[in-house]
């Protein structure tokens, strides 16, 4: 069973938003971060944002300051992505993960134990 489970993607324009979630689904576990990444054909799983549970901490990639934002709640290890002004870049798999080891970094695929199965976004110009 997939520990995690995300929605919200779709098809949207430049320029426009999305919301994505996550949340746990069955499996019951504690997390200590929480984090979204996303991989476009051909390419490498890239980080997008990440949470620290903790402290309420947040982490972005340069690419998406400032139009994401990541938010969530612990208690259900549950993550949302709101994403504004989205470019033409094409189609990703935006896929949500959860730290469960204290990993002293969020922002590399390595560091994340649980992961979701992904859902699709395209932005289209």
């Known amino acids: 069973q997939v520990p995690l489970v995300e929605s919200g993607g779709g098809l949207v324009q430049a320029g426009g938003s999305l919301r994505l979630s996550c949340a746990a689904s069955?499996?019951?576990?504690?997390?200590?971060?929480m984090g979204w990444f996303r991989q476009a054909p051909g390419k490498e799983r890239e980080f997008v944002a990440a949470?620290?549970?903790?402290?309420?901490?947040?982490y972005y990639a340069d690419s998406v300051k400032g139009r994401f934002t990541i938010s969530g709640d612990d208690t259900r290890n549950a993550v949302y992505l709101q994403m504004n002004l989205l470019k033409p870049v094409g189609t990703a798999v935006f896929y949500c993960?959860?730290?469960?080891?204290?990993?002293?970094?969020?922002?590399?695929?390595?560091?994340?134990?649980?992961w979701g199965q992904g859902t699709l976004v395209t932005v289209v110009s």
């Open positions: 069955g499996r019951t576990f504690s997390s200590y971060g």
């Open positions: 993960a959860a730290d469960v080891q204290a990993s002293s970094s969020l922002v590399f695929p390595v560091d994340y134990d649980l």
């Open positions: 949470i620290r549970w903790s402290v309420g901490s947040t």
